[in-house]
């Protein structure tokens, strides 16, 4: 067993700063953020962020999937099954449902996904999450990428609209050399956009690279290249940034990835369907951090300098074993049982 040391994430009144980024992830099934560090993976906290309950008739934390970082500091957290985005303070403390403006509709938001941030370009500041829409009735509303006011969650434009590109099942964004890409698990691709969203080629799919069959998180690595989690595929694959596959990496005893990050010691932070693991890019476990089914994205975070965290907790790190078929796995992932759909990818 690895537990971190104690951090301390801000100096006292008198005494140095002992300050280091960490790395956010949602476990949808205890409804809680975990930090971990982005040095090398160590568990700091099981309870970064916590469940706020209902709040407005709206169950906040449901399947949290990605935090994301606001314009001002805030934490926002995308959630598929709740159909909202929900906003804490740098001090951890819930702010409010942030999305459309603390309303869940979800004739507008459904069944969402990851999301981005953008920094760049005429939207900087505006809040992107990757929306499946999958029981709406508006068909205008499924499949895109909602674009959110960055100071009152209001709905603005959609940055990416249904089938626009191809779109079809997305669930990640991220921007990478000054556009914005699309993990479209519906057609097997990553997509590229500009950033004001108009379609710009795919970065590449399953035509080129034969192992992308369900995209999900990507991750820009510290050499500049982009890092894919493909979860029905079981792989890690890593593109140069003129799309050419330069890398590809399989644990044995890992499958179904879902988020990654590299570390600053240069092996890999991933997420499956059985915990946190730090690997190697020649495909050896180092670590196993956390065990649990529900972990989903990490998102790199540099905590506010009056923050401060305890000792990790000490966790039961029994292996989990995946004991669902790859397919019931990939409708899992999609949408929750009663929303679930023949798969016409």
């Not at 603005?156 to 099942?169: E, H, W």
């Not at 493909?230 to 590809?248: H, R």
Request: proline letters at 5%; aromatic letters at 8%; glycine letters at 10%.
């Amino acid at each position: 067993m690895r537990l971190s040391p104690v951090f301390a994430l801000a100096a006292a009144a008198a005494g140095a700063s002992a300050q280091q980024d960490l790395l956010l992830i949602p476990d949808s099934q205890s409804d809680r953020v975990w930090a971990f560090s982005a040095a090398d993976g160590a568990l700091v906290s099981n309870a970064f962020l916590t469940d706020p309950g209902t709040v407005g008739g709206v169950d906040v934390f449901n399947r949290p999937i990605e935090v994301l970082v606001s314009a001002t500091g805030t934490y926002l957290v995308t959630d598929q099954f709740a159909d909202v985005v929900s906003e804490f303070g740098a001090d951890r403390s819930f702010i409010r449902v942030f999305s459309l403006g603390g309303v869940r509709d979800t004739q507008i938001m459904d069944n969402m996904r990851g999301g981005h941030v953008l920094t760049q370009g005429p939207g900087a500041g505006d809040v992107l999450v990757c929306n499946a829409g999958g029981t709406n009735a508006l068909l205008v509303s499924q499949n895109n990428v909602k674009r959110l006011d960055s100071a009152t969650g209001a709905e603005l434009t959609d940055f990416a609209f249904n089938r626009y590109g191809g779109l079809r099942g997305p669930f990640d964004a991220i921007e990478y050399n000054g556009k914005v890409l699309i993990a479209d698990e519906g057609q097997r691709a990553i997509v590229r956009y500009t950033l004001d969203g108009k379609f710009d080629e795919r970065f590449t799919s399953d035509f080129d690279v034969p192992q992308i069959d369900f995209p999900q998180q990507m991750a820009i690595a510290g050499n500049g290249n982009l890092l894919l989690c493909e979860f029905s595929s079981g792989v890690i694959l890593e593109f140069a940034p003129d799309a050419t596959l330069v890398g590809q990496y399989s644990p044995g005893t890992l499958s179904l990835f879902r988020g990654i990050a590299e570390l600053d010691n240069g092996n890999l932070l991933v997420t499956t369907t059985t915990g946190v693991y730090e690997v190697t890019r020649a495909g050896l476990v180092v670590q196993t951090e956390a065990t649990g089914t529900d972990f989903r994205y990490i998102t790199r975070v540099t905590p506010s300098g009056a923050l401060r965290l305890g000792p990790p907790p000490e966790i039961d790190r029994t292996p989990v074993t995946e004991s669902r078929s790859v397919a019931q796995a990939v409708a899992d992932e999609r949408a929750r049982p009663e929303d679930r759909k023949e798969d016409d990818r």
